[in-house]
C-alpha cells in the first residue's frame, strides 16, 4: 500500500526553528512536494525534491532521503503567519511529470510569540 | 491572470440531490485533479484526468462523476450516491511539460459542500 506520515500538530516559537518530518511509502517515486495550507484555504506549493539533499528557498529548506524514505520541512526564523498546515505529498512511480499526488494528513503548526 | 477557478465557492444541498462543481483553468496544463478534504486531514483523490476525454479514478471516486470534454474544464458531480458529501473540494491542475518546471500542483480557492 501507499502511506505518508506527518506528525499531526506541532507547536513553535517565534524566531526559532522548526523542523516537520515525513515518512513515505509509495509504489515507485517521481517527487516530493511540500505545501502550505491556513485554514480554508488552497494549498500553495513550497517546495519540490526529486533528489537526495536539500533544496534551499529563502526561510524555507526541504531535505530527501530516497532510500530511507524520509524527508523534512525546515522552516527558519519562524513569523506568526507561519501557523498553517503543511503537506507533505509524494509523486508515484511512471515517466509523466503529471502522476497523481498522495498527500500526508498534514501537520498543523501553531507559531507562539 | 492565468489560474483555476472553482464555482461555487459554498454550496448547500439537500439529501438526496446531485450537485455539480465547476473547475476551469487557463494554464494550459493537460492534467487536472479533484482531491476531498475533510477537517483535520489530509487532501484524498477523487479523479484526476491527464488528457481530454480520458480521466482516472482516485482513492475515493465512489458516488462522484467526472467530464473532461475540454482541456479547459473538469467538472465534478457529487451524486445521490456518496454518503458523505459534506467536504471542501479542491481542483488543481498540474503541466506535463518538464521544461515548465516540477509539475507542481497549481490549485483552485476551493468549494465548500455541506449537505443538510
Known amino acids: 500500500g501507499q502511506n505518508i506520515d506527518q506528525p499531526t500538530e506541532m507547536t513553535a516559537t517565534e524566531g526559532a526553528i522548526v523542523q516537520i518530518n515525513c515518512t513515505y511509502q509509495?509504489?515507485?517515486?517521481?517527487?516530493l512536494f511540500w505545501y502550505q495550507q491556513h485554514a480554508g484555504e488552497a494549498p500553495t506549493f513550497l517546495s519540490y525534491?526529486?533528489?537526495?539533499g536539500l533544496e534551499e528557498k529563502g526561510r524555507f529548506s526541504s531535505f530527501l532521503s530516497r532510500s530511507k524514505g524520509y524527508s523534512y520541512l525546515l522552516l527558519k526564523e519562524l513569523q506568526m503567519k507561519d501557523s498553517a498546515s503543511y503537506l507533505c505529498?509524494?509523486?508515484?512511480?511512471?515517466?509523466?511529470?503529471?502522476?497523481?499526488?498522495?498527500f500526508g494528513q498534514g501537520t498543523t503548526l501553531q507559531v507562539k510569540p | 491572470d492565468g489560474g483555476i477557478t472553482q464555482s461555487p465557492k459554498y454550496l448547500f444541498r439537500k439529501e438526496g440531490q446531485n450537485v455539480t462543481l465547476s473547475c476551469e483553468q487557463n494554464?494550459?496544463?493537460?492534467?487536472m485533479y479533484w482531491y476531498r478534504q475533510d477537517p483535520g486531514q489530509g487532501l484524498r483523490l477523487i479523479y484526476y484526468?491527464?488528457?481530454?476525454?480520458?480521466?482516472q479514478k482516485g482513492d475515493i471516486a465512489e458516488g462522484y462523476s467526472v467530464s473532461r470534454e475540454k482541456k479547459e474544464s473538469f467538472p465534478l458531480t457529487v451524486t445521490s450516491a456518496q454518503k458523505n458529501p459534506t467536504a471542501f473540494y479542491l481542483c488543481?491542475?498540474?503541466?506535463?511539460?518538464?521544461?515548465?518546471?516540477?509539475?507542481?500542483?497549481?490549485f483552485g480557492e476551493g468549494s465548500r459542500l455541506t449537505v443538510l
Open positions: 484526468s491527464q488528457i481530454v476525454n480520458d480521466f
Open positions: 488543481a491542475s498540474s503541466s506535463r511539460d518538464r521544461g515548465r518546471g516540477t509539475g507542481e500542483l497549481f
Open positions: 525534491n526529486v533528489l537526495d
Open positions: 509509495t509504489s515507485g517515486f517521481n517527487g
Open positions: 505529498a509524494v509523486r508515484g512511480g511512471g515517466s509523466s511529470n503529471t502522476g497523481k499526488l498522495i
Open positions: 494554464l494550459n496544463h493537460d492534467a
